[in-house]
């Protein structure tokens, strides 16, 4: 939004309603026109690779000095590149905590997305079912874990006798389901081993700046 409140605020000739309006309508459409895009943009053609540490690694291995980082940018790398590989970066980063889950002993078939993001993007839904190489499933209530919350009560207080019977009285169900493309899979595996080489050379690259200061 930075161009909308920096430069179009400022255009001579337009009433402050009009610009108004154009910040506006800019911030309820920016992230469907870049998914739109973004949509068209084969991964396999791209030269971006992205981290997803803009707020440090949380999990697995917590680090907070980690910054994000984009490598592979051109003179004519465009916003909708850069959102793809932004958001690549951040499926790639739920699948090392998948692999983390299943390298110490946890089955995991598949995932169920819930909020808004798994709402309204079809397109990051669908690479991350891609990245993670599983179905996801998204939730239908709007509240989700307030939902468990009282489903965990309704057993707590009697209503129900089990966790399973609560979901089955109380449970919205799914609304959508992704199932990942296999031919997508098998070339996001091999972004995704990119991807943790390019990690870690950030993460030493990082560590001697910390260490030197």
């Known amino acids: 939004m930075w161009p909308v409140e920096r430069v179009v605020s400022g255009v001579d000739g337009l009433d402050e309603a009009i610009k108004q309006k154009i910040r506006k309508e800019s911030a309820d459409h920016m992230i469907d026109r870049l998914s739109e895009a973004a949509t068209m943009i084969n991964p396999a053609d791209s030269t971006l690779l992205a981290l997803d540490w803009m707020n440090g690694r949380r999990t697995p291995d917590a680090n907070q000095n980690l910054k994000g980082a984009v490598m592979g940018l051109t003179l004519g790398t465009d916003a909708p590149a850069i959102f793809r590989a932004l ?115 950030v993460e030493e690259e990082i560590g001697r700046v910390e260490s030197n200061k």
């Open 87 to 201: 958001v690549e970066a951040t499926a790639y980063g739920a699948k090392m905590i998948v692999d983390r889950f299943v390298d110490e002993g946890v089955r995991i078939d598949g995932v169920i997305a819930l909020g808004g993001v798994a709402k309204k993007s079809p397109l990051v839904m669908q690479i991350v079912a891609d990245v993670l190489n599983k179905p996801i499933k998204v939730a239908r209530s709007e509240q989700a874990v307030a939902l468990g919350s009282a489903m965990a009560a309704a057993v707590v207080a009697g209503v129900h006798k089990s966790i399973p019977e609560a979901q089955q009285a109380m449970g919205g169900g799914f609304e959508t389901e992704y199932q990942p493309d296999p031919a997508m899979s098998e070339l996001y595996a091999d972004l995704y081993e990119q991807y943790k080489r390019f990690g870690q050379f």
